[in-house]
């Protein structure tokens, strides 16, 4: 258990990560032109996605930047991120580490990012006190206009926070971090200002989706355990947290003891999943999963011991407040819980991954006689797999329950554990950073693309006369996107978008020994 | 004392190419060894008991189950009366008859590519709609609702074309997502399989609505033929029955008589000797997806015969649910298959009529995993005699 703990917070190097090399300054100057476009751009897509899910124009109105302060804000931001993402190129270029971006280069990003804060305040009393028309347009830190500036300027103070913060936090974990973080910046500016619940929403969903990832990722990624009935330990820590925090039982347990409750059951669940099925091979633990995924939601749905409410489910989730911060008001406080403990649970998860229990798993997935051999316990190290993965999942459900405040069996079927899985399998197999990355890729497609399909053939249907194309539910397209993504990676390019090395070997074994295939599976 | 100690040693050759790679044994032998005992003292004492029942439940599995499902049986005919026993016996049979056909798709795929094919139970789905689509274009209802002679017809009509649609579609996927594959890692086509059922399931769900589609042919067989005490047995209970059966005997005929059985047979065993015995490989398996493609077909039209509805997911569900009675047979087998289908469905509806209809499902679940953890052999273990 001390091993474990040790194993959880100490981090170690990366071995031999050879990465390609890239010139620094495409990298910097791809960044700096991606962050102004999308400046200009997310204003459309914060109105598209508004339109995508019903809300109407008026309710949200979002323009580009405008006024000469405005645009100087806006180009100091971007700069202050070129700064900031410096150590993305450390991470990229290898030639770079250890000379002009070395420590000294991190305790520069800290000033920036210090300065960076000081200065984002002081520019947001300025722009509250003056608010001159011509010099900041219709910018002012009380509305969503111009979202775009602040939006840069708060989430990438925070990734510079962050990325200054890295030497004494943890070791080389970067690009993890970057990837963790960046994109959540994205979202920052809107806790600050009238953002509409529905980005909170979505911002909520995706944290909670990329958590799920994160812990499948362990038990698949890690230790190579197909595990097809994820959602059941998600509907375990939200019914967790749904027996604990609503009326039903008249039991109102805070969320942040509900999390660990959630956590613990699930992970509980997890072991003892794992305990019967530890002989069985690959796919014959991945039916097992499947049949125990399907059991559980079955559990709810029957009401078993008069627990779970049926097949409503359980309602009236008490939603946290403490002071001013009332979670039940806005879905913002669960959005920088749900960031926060990402960043926890990324970090926990590269160190582990590096730790002599993340080798292990890894030993056990390539080949579990010879990693029984050379002194690894398997069963311990299989069941921590489940165990770990588990309870990520549960304190995922935990915050989810508590989030929509209704938790019913039909959240959590068998497409929410292969949602899970396709995240994992697009972003790449054992890779935190690819299953961040599949997570936003995903969520985006299902929560932002498709409601828009839906807007996007109405109005072209209306352009074109094609009255056929306004009655396509894109939506239902969802399965099929599934599928597609599950079966296209794996036939080209099984490691993932962003593939773990070990795992690309071992998925691409063809390549690596020809003879070997020739040998074992002939045609 | 081997963790091994109550199973019985199936010899690897004995399930359909198992002994091709160390990888690919069924019971891997690393798991609850001595290592475990030796780590605390609760395990240490729950580690040997566990053990020897596990032994023992494994040995007598089989008989514990039929036992099971006689005392469900009786239990019922208690409870409710011998009349509705013996209607749920026949919605059992049935219901197994279905199962059965299922599971011989994926127990032939199994045994011969090692591969849980989880788009099957989609391709069940997927047929039945054809068969939908063929008896309306062909406008095969009024025909078969006309007379006894039109009935045949049409049924003569929408089985072949039906399983013909259906095999088609299972040799596309398997070339399409598993051919390819074949030599990956075992997670590949497995995480693939998952994809082609998603695939199925969405793009049913587009074309045929998230709803209940009835199915004419429903009405197509009517009517009682005779009643043993009570139970009266419809013409559609017999035709579905006897119609399975008959299907499983030609099926058992063409493996064993046939040369494509017989490759089927040799490919299943090893894959790489076959070859070597001029065995065109990826032509066997082609006609083994073809065959349990085919198969459930003639099960989809079964069901939306029998029960009158299809949906986009039911083969989800079946799937499962027929996959546990491949298990249950002991995968690979073929005559194994069509027991354990049966047997399910007993499962299946005593389950629910003991239980309640709500935990049917579960309680097949809860079968899969207990036969997985005390015997993944299957029922029949050593003594398997017919393979694919």
């Not at chain 1, 645009?71 to 000379?99: F, H, N």
């Amino acid at each position: 258990m001390r091993e474990l703990l040790v194993s959880l917070l100490r981090s170690e190097p990366a071995q031999g990560q050879r990465t390609k090399g890239t010139s620094v300054f495409w990298i910097l100057s791809g960044t700096a032109s991606g962050l102004l476009l999308m400046g200009w751009l997310l204003p459309w897509f914060v109105n598209a996605y508004s339109a995508g899910v019903g809300y109407s124009a008026q309710d949200v109105t979002v323009s580009p930047p405008t006024g000469v302060g405005t645009v100087l804000i806006y180009i100091l931001a971007v700069t202050m991120v070129v700064l900031v993402v410096s150590p993305l190129a450390e991470v990229l270029v290898p030639r770079l580490r250890g000379r002009r971006f070395g420590r000294t280069a991190d305790r520069i990003r800290l000033i920036a990012a210090l300065a960076g804060l000081a200065l984002t305040a002081v520019i947001w009393l300025l722009v509250s006190v003056i608010q001159e028309e011509p010099l900041f347009g219709s910018m002012g830190p009380g509305t969503f206009t111009d979202s775009a500036v602040w939006l840069t300027m708060y989430g990438y103070a925070l990734a510079a926070l962050v990325y200054g913060a890295r030497p004494w936090v943890v070791g080389r974990q970067t690009l993890a971090f970057g990837v963790a973080v960046l994109p959540f910046g994205l979202f920052l500016p809107l806790m600050f200002h009238q953002a509409p619940d529905f980005l909170l929403w979505a911002a909520g969903s995706l944290a909670i989706y990329m958590l799920l990832a994160l812990g499948l990722n362990v038990v698949v990624g890690f230790a190579g355990l197909l595990d097809l009935g994820y959602a059941a330990f998600f509907a375990i820590g939200a019914y967790a947290c749904a027996s604990f925090a609503s009326p039903i039982h008249s039991i109102h347990l805070p969320l942040w003891v509900l999390i660990f409750v959630g956590a613990a059951i699930a992970s509980t669940f997890g072991a003892i999943l794992g305990a019967p099925t530890l002989r069985l091979r690959g796919d014959y633990l991945a039916i097992v999963t499947l049949g125990f995924g399907e059991i559980i939601p079955d559990l709810a749905t029957n009401n078993v011991f008069n627990l779970t409410g049926g097949p409503n489910g359980i309602s009236g989730i008490d939603q946290p407040k403490w002071g001013f911060l009332d979670f039940g008001a806005s879905p913002r406080w669960y959005y920088w819980s749900l960031l926060l403990v990402s960043i926890a649970v990324v970090v926990l998860f590269r160190n582990i991954e590096r730790s002599r229990v993340g080798r292990a798993w890894v030993a056990l997935r390539e080949d579990e006689v010879a990693a029984a051999s050379t002194g690894i316990n398997t069963t311990t190290t299989k069941l921590l797999a489940f165990a770990i993965g588990a309870s990520v999942s549960g304190l995922a459900g935990a915050f989810y329950g508590s989030l929509v405040s209704i938790v019913s069996p039909d959240d959590f079927s068998f497409s929410v554990s292969i949602a899970v899985l396709s995240i994992i399998v697009l972003g790449g197999i054992g890779n935190i950073v690819g299953v961040i990355l599949g997570s936003f890729i995903l969520t985006f497609v299902i929560f932002w693309v498709l409601p828009n399909m839906n807007q996007w053939s109405t109005t072209l249907s209306q352009t074109v006369h094609v009255p056929a194309l306004a009655n396509i539910d894109f939506t239902s397209y969802t399965y099929i996107i599934y599928g597609i993504a599950l079966i296209l990676m794996m036939l080209l390019r099984p490691g993932g978008l962003l593939p773990s090395r070990a795992r690309r070997i071992e998925l691409e074994s063809t390549v690596e020994g020809e003879s070997l295939a020739a040998v074992q599976g002939v045609a | 004392m081997s963790e091994q100690s109550g199973t019985p040693a199936a010899p690897p050759a004995s399930f359909g190419g198992a002994d091709r790679s160390g990888s690919a044994m069924l019971v891997d032998q690393s798991g609850l060894g001595s290592r475990q005992a030796r780590k605390g003292g609760v395990v240490s004492t729950v580690g040997p008991i566990f053990r020897a029942a596990n032994g023992w439940v494994s040995r007598y599995f089989a008989s514990l189950l039929v036992i099971m499902i006689v005392l469900a049986i009786a239990l019922t005919g208690v409870q409710h009366g011998a009349s509705l026993m013996g209607e749920q016996i026949k919605n059992a049979l049935v219901l197994g008859a279905i199962y059965a056909l299922v599971a011989i798709g994926y127990t032939m795929v199994y045994g011969i590519i090692e591969l849980i094919n989880f788009a099957h139970g989609d391709v069940f789905t997927a047929s039945g709609f054809y068969a939908v689509f063929i008896a309306s274009v062909l406008h095969l209802d009024s025909l078969a609702t006309g007379s006894f002679g039109g009935l045949l017809l049409a049924l003569a009509i929408v089985f072949p074309l039906s399983m013909l649609a259906a095999g088609i579609t299972g040799v596309v996927i398997e070339f399409v997502a598993y051919r390819r594959l074949r030599d990956a890692p075992r997670l590949a086509p497995l995480i693939t399989a998952i994809g082609v059922s998603f695939l199925i399931e969405g793009i049913l769900l587009v074309f045929e609505g998230p709803d209940n589609v009835t199915t004419h042919q429903a009405s197509w067989i009517n009517g009682q033929a005779f009643a043993i005490g009570g139970v009266s047995i419809g013409y559609t209970d017999l035709f579905v029955v006897g119609m399975a059966l008959l299907l499983m005997f030609a099926l058992g005929t063409f493996v064993r008589r046939t040369r494509l059985g017989k490759a089927m047979r040799s490919t299943a065993q090893d894959r790489t000797a076959a070859l070597l015995c001029g065995i065109n490989i990826n032509r066997t398996i082609s006609a083994t997806f073809f065959i349990g493609s085919a198969l459930a077909a003639a099960a989809a039209i079964i069901y939306s015969i029998n029960y009158g509805v299809l949906k986009w997911n039911i083969g989800f569900h079946l799937g499962i649910i027929a996959f546990t009675a491949a298990v249950l047979g002991g995968i690979g087998n073929i005559v194994g298959a069509g027991v354990g289908g049966f047997l399910i469905g007993m499962i299946y509806v005593f389950g629910g009529s003991i239980f309640g209809g709500e935990w049917s499902e579960s309680l097949i679940f809860a079968v899969l995993v207990l036969i997985l953890t005390f015997r993944p052999v299957g029922l029949f273990g050593v003594e398997v005699t017919t393979r694919a």
